[in-house]
């Protein structure tokens, strides 16, 4: 019995110390924060790729031809 009053008297001092209204506090969103950075990245890879002028251009290879390859049996020796 003595515990619980004892208890009860804690909980009681800790509450009474609180304020009825907590101010709020503005809320930050690490998603918010990664997509920014993710739109400035790739705002920073537009910006570089419109900079950078090719030294070479790209030229297609050739189709691949099939091409008939004649392949003899292996001979079978008997052994004697």
Known sequence: LALQSYLDALLQDATEDLPEVLPAEPQFSAEDDFE??????????KRMQALVTPVAVAVAAPAPVAVPVAVAAPVVVPVA
């Not at 920014?36 to 890879?45: I, L, S, T, Y």
């Open 36 to 45: 920014a950075a993710v739109r400035e990245e790739q705002e920073h890879d």
